[in-house]
């Protein structure tokens, strides 16, 4: 299955089975839960120019946050933050970092997946 479509999976079905959904209408939640030992929140935000692009924020087990921005919400990431002890950095910060942002691609492709599973689980468990 393709990233997009699993993206499209995971906005159709997974909205109306989250609890507490944030009501702002300049943020829209995918999915919020755990994917292994991560707590995982999918989400589009609108920006100051019209645009709404996919966030994947990932919070570690030892309070790392991990936020990968997919500005065109082409499945793509286009940077990535990393929070520790209270800073921020954004990567890449140049160009000799595109062996990062390869892998940061990598892991977000791979996050979508485990979100989609478990999505695909959620809604074929309530078909029972």
């Known amino acids: 299955m393709s990233i997009g479509r699993t993206f499209g999976i995971i906005a159709v079905t997974c909205s ?26 999918l989400y589009e935000k609108h ?3 019209g645009g709404w692009p996919n966030y994947l924020e990932v919070v570690k ?5 991990i936020v990968y921005a997919d500005i065109g919400s082409d499945d ?6 990393i ?26 492709r791979q ?3 485990a979100i989609g599973d478990s999505v695909s689980a959620r809604v074929v468990a309530q078909l029972d």
């Open 47 to 49: 920006d100051k120019s």
């Open 16 to 41: 109306p089975l989250i609890a507490g959904c944030n009501p702002d209408p300049k943020n829209n939640d995918f999915f919020e839960g755990k994917v292994g030992q991560d707590h995982v929140r």
């Open 61 to 65: 087990p030892d309070g790392r946050i």
């Open 111 to 113: 996050y979508l997946r």
């Open 76 to 81: 793509d990431v286009d940077y990535f933050t």
């Open 83 to 108: 929070t520790e002890n209270g800073e921020t950095i954004r990567h890449p910060r140049n160009r000799f970092e595109q062996n990062a942002l390869d892998a940061a691609r990598i892991k977000y």
